[in-house]
């Protein structure tokens, strides 16, 4: 049975040069209607956290998460997924330093703007502010990283600096603690402290 995961799979193989093929076949198989592009897997976890905390099956309303493996990469996704390409509607989470990026990139593909949310620096910096720092740390110690976390605060690098800004940058200091991360603050959020970007986001597959 194939499967949301496998397109997301195809898509990837085709922005690497594949044929686009199996993607199309697969879109049409599984009704898929949005592609919803981030940039990376981190922002991914982070989206499908929220997706699962609020009892969406973003799957089963014919919603692909993409992550595209950084901000360039936004037109070549928009040309694939969007009316250039499957004609699928397009949205998405944009770094505020990125946005040329992605506005050169959809204006290409003749996609709206109006589908993507802009975070001030990125989602982990609107993570971090949201839950505040203390929580964050919490967070931290309770996955078992308080050793790692009070050996960073001792790199001269980090003296002097805001907590906001060290927590940002600890969180992507080792593979896949940016992912793992992205789920756990997600789940350690309040119902009013979702990121504004995050939360317009999901009100926006609706």
């Known amino acids: 049975m194939a499967d949301m995961r496998a397109f997301r799979d195809e898509v990837s193989a085709w922005a690497a040069g594949g044929s686009g093929t199996s993607a199309s076949d697969l879109a049409k198989r599984l009704g898929v209607r949005t592609a919803v592009l981030l940039e990376g897997p981190s922002d991914l976890a982070a989206v499908e956290a929220l997706a699962a905390r609020r009892g969406r099956d973003l799957a089963g309303e014919g919603v692909c998460v993409v992550s595209m493996g950084g901000a360039m990469s936004v037109a070549r996704y928009a040309d694939l997924l969007g009316p250039p390409g499957l004609g699928l509607r397009l949205t998405g989470l944009c770094d505020e330093r990125e946005r040329p990026f992605y506005d050169r ?102």
């Not at 078992?144 to 940002?168: I, K």
């Not at 080792?174 to 986001?201: C, S, T």
């Open 105 to 206: 990139g959809l204006d290409r593909a003749g996609a709206p703007r109006q589908g993507f949310f802009v975070c001030l620096s990125d989602l982990e910096d609107e993570l971090v502010r949201a839950l505040g720092t203390a929580t964050v740390e919490e967070v931290v110690r309770a996955e078992g990283d308080l050793r790692a976390w009070q050996t960073f605060l001792h790199q001269p690098a980090q003296h002097g600096r805001p907590r906001q800004q060290q927590l940002r940058r600890f969180l992507g200091t080792k593979k896949g603690r940016k992912i793992r991360y992205g789920r756990l603050l997600v789940e350690a959020l309040g119902p009013a402290q979702v990121p504004a970007p995050l939360d317009d986001l999901l009100t926006s597959l609706d």
